[in-house]
Each structure stands twice: as C-alpha cells, then as structure tokens.
Nanobody
Framework: QVQLVESGGGLVQAGGSLRLSCAAS????????MGWFRQAPGKEREFVASIRWSGGNTYYADSVKGRFTISRDNAKNTVYLQMNSLKPEDTAVYYC??????????????????WGQGTQVIVSS
C-alpha cells in the first residue's frame, strides 16, 4: 500500500511563491507518473501538472505553464511543485497522486491510483 503525504501549503500574497512536497511511503515505489491536481471551493478537481517517474517528462495545465514547475527526487520518493507568481485564482486544495500504469492521459484524475490528503493553498490579493 502506498501512502502519499503532501506538505508546504499555506497563505501567501499574490505574486509570491510556495513549494509543495509529496512524499510516498512505500518500501518500493516506482509509479509510471506522478501528478498534482487542485480543487477550489465549489469546483471540480482539475489537473495541474504531471511528471514521468522515469525520465522526468513533464506536462502542465495551460493555466500554470511558465509559473509552476514539477520535479521529483526518486531517491527520496518525493515529488515537488514549485509555484511562482501565484494568483488568487490558484487558491485551492492541492493533491498529489500516483499513476501505476500510465495507460491513459496524465490529465485524467481517474487514471491515478493513489492520492494524498491534500494541502491548502490560499493566495490573497
């Protein structure tokens, strides 16, 4: 069983930065890819970014491209989301997720097998 634990959320002013971390607790951890999603109040959960565990290929939602950077440290079983130039519309609960097989699209939350509990990000204007 894989447990994902996010950290690093908080309150930040518009234009500021935060770095989220997601640590996986498993004796062996080698998913096909990891993803970050977010869910704002009253909205559906949406894709933010993904990264291939092997190779490091990344993919971003248009809304965060150029501002957010996803990375991973395979040795630490940890994936990161560096968020710069934050906007009030980035306010949401951010979730990391692991996709074991990678058969479908990285943007489809149904493709992911394991989820963290989420970490709150609030961007004030």
């Amino acid at each position: 069983q894989v447990q994902l634990v996010e950290s690093g959320g908080g309150l930040v002013q518009a234009g500021g930065s935060l770095r989220l971390s997601c640590a996986a607790s498993a004796r062996t951890f080698s998913p096909y890819r990891m993803g970050w999603f977010r869910q704002a109040p009253g909205k559906e959960r949406e894709f933010v970014a993904s990264i291939r565990w092997s190779g490091g290929n990344t993919y971003y939602a248009d809304s965060v491209k150029g501002r957010f950077t996803i990375s991973r440290d395979n040795a630490k079983n940890t994936v990161y989301l560096q968020m710069n130039s934050l906007k009030p519309e980035d306010t949401a609960v951010y979730y990391c997720a692991a996709d074991r097989e990678g058969w479908g699209s990285s943007t489809n939350l149904r493709e992911y097998d394991y989820w963290g509990q989420g970490t709150q990000v609030i961007v004030s204007s």
